[in-house]
């Protein structure tokens, strides 16, 4: 049985205002673990994964589906409003800022109506005839999911390649177009992550295929005019914690193929001047050593944490000599990236007091150095490179409250130009709304950054406000601080919304990030509980008025919290969570497993195994009150399996003592990220808000 007798599914359907709803009641199983608690609702996970072809499993994620379709079916006329809004704040015809690449300008636009891009070129001016070398409109009108990636053209701009996954796995078969005559070869690749590094004799190109569990071990290359079968294997990697990336020097000289873990890796190179693939190890593998390359002139430049966490960058003639410092390592500063020009490079680095990015720029003639300034006091700021040759560097800018601005920087004069504003059809006034950067102590007395957005007018400060509060914290990710269309629909609303920025994420500094990993990663929790109750004692909201959201590893942060807190949150948004942590890392067949225990810890070992069993939202749910719930999953996610909110879900449903609504929603045609298209996923984030207003 898949739910509570008779009265289940048929009641469901009925509108009457006088029946009330009642969810699926997922049936319970006599299950035995050798590592973990007894699992009642296994029986939820298809043996068959990844394909999910049990009736039982698929008929119970659709009753819980027209359950959460019953539950919003009140709010019809809400969620309509709030697609509209969201929409309406997004351009209909919008188009990307060119590049020129050779004797081409590339770009990209989309236009009223379409949910997917189209890609052109010119050929030496923009005055010239376009020419429409893909059309992702074209590519997904069969397709009831379509994301594509690694739209590369080869140096000598007369083929393309591009990737395309058509059901959510995030398994990309590699395309290759013929730009001259505008047809397809005939040979494709099917199965890659849809990395693509063109060699520059333009003869082929390199990849990196996805294991059957999903797991990037191989880089390949590819001859065009071949069977796929045939392709040279140029790197293979054993350690089942690592994973390998490609990517190609900014100057083209090489091809880099990294293989890392989560503490360590190692580069090697391939000379794209030369036609042999000659493989050089830059540096081997050392415990805790980060590294990575790129190329200038003969010389190689290494960002690297081998003298401090926060790193340096040092400027290397030969790999076995000693690295010089060329920006030297300071604990107060976070060197997070470096893009290299044809004279100069572009720093991309943080405070470690505050968290806000700087960018620098050094003239590499010279090494005379200056910073850009920038004019909110919360931003975020992302440097986008174009080409090797490019006479200035183009970065996009944007804060809570301010639109995205494409600009550029002349390397020579200074001179700054706005390429681009995004334009907020619907009407945007920046001035009615007000921006803040608090700090909450944590009760380890860590000052936890928070970043806020209210409207003026319905912001009171006397706890009276509904509170959004969002959070991530692993892997150290920084949240961006940029700008969110859709959050406006809360905000005009009364909602202030914020961002915590807890540890785990590396916001502060590397030393952020690894002071909430392995034993320590409670910090993460606290730091989100401790940030909720600082902001009702402030006056932004009080308990009770909060909702919390936080999606994948997000996700086990929310579980968490609510199993810890409950008291504290009205509403609960976890989407495609990471909730069955135990379990899913004591199976190392799944994709990610293996190459987790460098985040997690590996729960064979007693000490972690503890640990991670006191944490793990699904064995930790409580006999206890519940806030309201909006769960989401994907039938097609290989990263957070649907079977972990499934499972979640139906052991809150059974545990909780309170007559607060859960709803699950699976997609059953995509994955991790989600729907594809532009507007196909507004209607996701209308239906969460319209639950929690």
Known sequence: MLRSPKRLMTRIMRKSAHIPLIPPIAKKTSTKSEHANPDCYSWLRDEGYPKVENEEILHYLKEENDYAEMVLSSKDALIKD???????????????????????????????????????????????????????????????????????????HKFMTYALDKLGNEMFEIYIKNLELGNLLTETIPN????????????????????????????????LGTDYKNDQLLYEEKDATYSVSIEKTTDSNYLIITTQSKEENECYYIDLMQDDFTLKLFAPRQKSHLYSISSHEGKFYVLTNDMGKNFRIAAVDDPDKKWLDFIPYAKERYIRDFKLYQNHMVVTSSSNKNGLFDVEIVDLRSNASKNLAFPDSSY?????????????????????????????????????????????????????????RLYAKSRDGKAV?????????????????????YGYGSYGYAVPLMFRRSIFSLLDRGFVYAISHIRGGDDLGYEWYESAKFLTKKNTFYDFIDSAEYLAKQGYTKEGEITIA????????????????????????????????????????????????????????????????????????????YPNLFVTAGLSDPRVTYWEPAKWVAKLRADKTDDNIIVLITNMDAGHAGKSGRYSYLWEIAKEYAFLI
């Open 82 to 156: 709030i697609y509209n809004e969201i929409k309406g704040r997004i351009k209909e015809d919008d188009s990307t800022v060119p590049v020129k690449k050779g004797e081409y300008f590339y770009y990209s636009y989309i236009k009223e109506g379409m949910e997917y891009w189209v890609h052109a070129r010119k050929y030496k001016s923009l005055d010239a005839n376009e020419e429409v070398i893909l059309n992702e409109n074209k590519l997904a009108c069969d397709l009831d999911y379509c994301k594509i990636i690694g739209i590369k053209v080869s140096p000598n």
């Open 192 to 223: 890659t992550f849809g990395q693509v590094v063109w060699h520059e004799n333009n003869l082929g190109f390199f990849y990196v295929p996805a294991s059957e569990n999903w797991r990037a071990k191989k880089v390949y290359y590819h001859t």
């Open 380 to 436: 975020d700021v992302d440097v986008v490179f174009t080409t090797h040759e490019a006479e200035s560097f183009r970065f996009h800018y944007s804060s809570l409250k301010t639109p995205k601005i494409v600009k550029e920087h002349c390397f020579e004069s200074g001179e700054e130009f706005v390429l681009k504003t995004d334009e907020i059809p619907s009407g945007f006034n920046s001035d009615e709304y007000e921006v803040e």
């Open 449 to 469: 950054p928070i970043s806020l957005i209210y409207r003026k007018d319905k912001f009171k400060k006397d706890g009276t406000n509904q509170l959004y509060l």
């Open 550 to 625: 936080g999606g994948s590893a997000g996700g086990m942060l929310i579980g968490f919290c609510i199993n810890d807190k409950p008291e504290l949150f009205k509403n609960a948004v976890a989407h495609v969570p990471f909730v069955d942590v135990l379990n899913t890392m004591l199976d190392a067949n799944l994709p990610l497993t293996p190459g987790e225990f460098k985040e997690w810890g590996n729960p064979m070992e007693k000490e972690f195994y503890d640990y991670i069993k006191s944490y793990s939202p699904y064995d930790n749910v409580k006999k206890q009150k």
